[in-house]
């Protein structure tokens, strides 16, 4: 059974630092892009981050590069998304998404390119 596991979410003042785990099972992070996907209360769901199956590209929307770290770990079989510097503006629900397909640079934050999907985590930032 394929499922990803999303944690590290939680309540953060702005200019804080929080980690998000996705852990998966029933399939390899190694061999499938993952990506994270937010959404806030009202707006629509947007890429973060996303890490191309086999040589690990990654890609970041404007609003978090500099901040956001994507990263896998094969051994645990996890990706995670180290995020500094929160902003309130960065408040959401974040999910992690898997697929199968080894996406180009344009698509990988593409929402409708992902087979699996996490449960969601929120993210609160404010103080």
């Known amino acids: 059974q394929v499922h990803n596991v999303e944690s590290g979410g939680g309540l953060v003042q702005p200019g804080g630092s929080l980690r998000l785990s996705c852990a998966a099972s029933?399939?390899?992070?190694?061999?499938?892009?993952i990506a994270w996907f937010r959404q806030a209360p009202g707006k629509e769901r947007e890429g973060v981050s996303c890490?191309?199956?086999?040589?690990?590209?990654?890609r970041y929307v404007g609003s978090v590069r500099g901040r956001f770290t994507i990263s896998r770990d094969r051994a645990k079989n996890t990706v995670y998304l180290q995020m500094n510097s929160l902003r309130p503006e960065d408040t959401a629900v974040y999910y992690c998404?898997?697929?199968?397909?080894?996406?180009?640079?344009?698509?990988?934050?593409?929402?409708?390119?992902?087979?699996?999907w996490g449960q969601g985590n929120p993210v609160t930032v404010s103080s």
């Open positions: 890490i191309r199956r086999g040589d690990g590209m990654t």
């Open positions: 998404a898997a697929s199968k397909r080894s996406l180009i640079h344009s698509a990988c934050l593409d929402n409708t390119q992902y087979d699996y």
């Open positions: 029933g399939f390899s992070v190694d061999y499938n892009s």
